[in-house]
């Protein structure tokens, strides 16, 4: 099983909601990355979870919570969004201390905040 | 800081033509390249990656080249097809962070 999952696909939310993204992969990896996407740009890293601890924090405001509760799992909590939050949110995982670093993608959660 | 250049920006060919795409960048101490390709609608697919003690991979139509002296890395895609049409990145992963760093894409179109 070489598969990222991310859901929902699609997400429409207020500026005054909380809504949460989920990720979930079985490769057995323990390195899980969000990166947001704008229209035609590359994905912009924003958080990195190595053995499930918080390892890097591309300086997110703090209305992005990433919460990592397992080796399979990554989620994204949204709260109080501006509408230039809207993006493909991504979801990678890789395995920890290979040279190679391979990183596998999901779909994305596209997300349109009002 | 580390920077990866992609250029071209947009690449427009004729099916069973050949593309090249070609990326440079800044930290000499890099040591992992993949590219991914993006179809509209859907996650980045890394289809090729090469290391840095290696300087050339091919993978059927596809084949990436490394130099690194110069800094330098592209992908091949030979006989092309429309189904190779899509956004392509090429990434370097910083040696001080381990992060990989992308260029900024290329819009491939291949005409049938």
């Known amino acids: 099983d070489t598969e990222v999952t991310q859901t929902p696909k699609h997400l429409v939310m207020g500026m005054t909601n909380k809504k949460s993204l989920k990720c979930e992969q079985h490769?057995?990896?323990?390195?899980m990355y969000w990166y947001k996407q704008k229209a035609k740009k590359p994905p912009e890293l924003m958080f990195v979870y190595s053995y499930e601890k918080l390892s890097i924090n591309e300086s997110v405001p703090s209305r992005f919570s990433p919460e990592c509760p397992n080796s399979s799992l990554l989620n994204l909590h949204l709260h109080a969004l501006q509408p230039e939050d809207s993006a493909l949110y991504l979801c990678a995982s890789s395995q920890v201390g290979r040279p190679r670093n391979e990183q596998f993608f999901g779909p994305g959660t596209r997300l349109t905040v009002l | 800081g580390e920077n990866v250049e992609q250029h071209p920006s947009t690449l427009s060919v004729q099916e069973g033509d050949s593309a090249v795409i070609k990326c440079t960048y800044s930290d000499s101490a890099s040591n992992y390249f993949p590219w991914y390709k993006q179809e509209l609608g859907k996650g980045p697919q890394l289809i090729i990656d090469i290391r840095s003690n290696v300087g050339e991979k091919k993978d059927q139509r596809i084949a990436v080249t490394l130099n690194k002296t110069a800094k330098h890395f592209s992908l091949h895609i030979t006989e092309t097809q429309p189904e190779d049409s899509a956004v392509y990145f090429c990434a370097a992963k910083g040696s001080n962070t381990g992060k990989l760093i992308f260029g900024q894409g290329t819009t491939l179109q291949v005409k049938p």
């Open positions: 490769m057995g990896h323990r390195a």
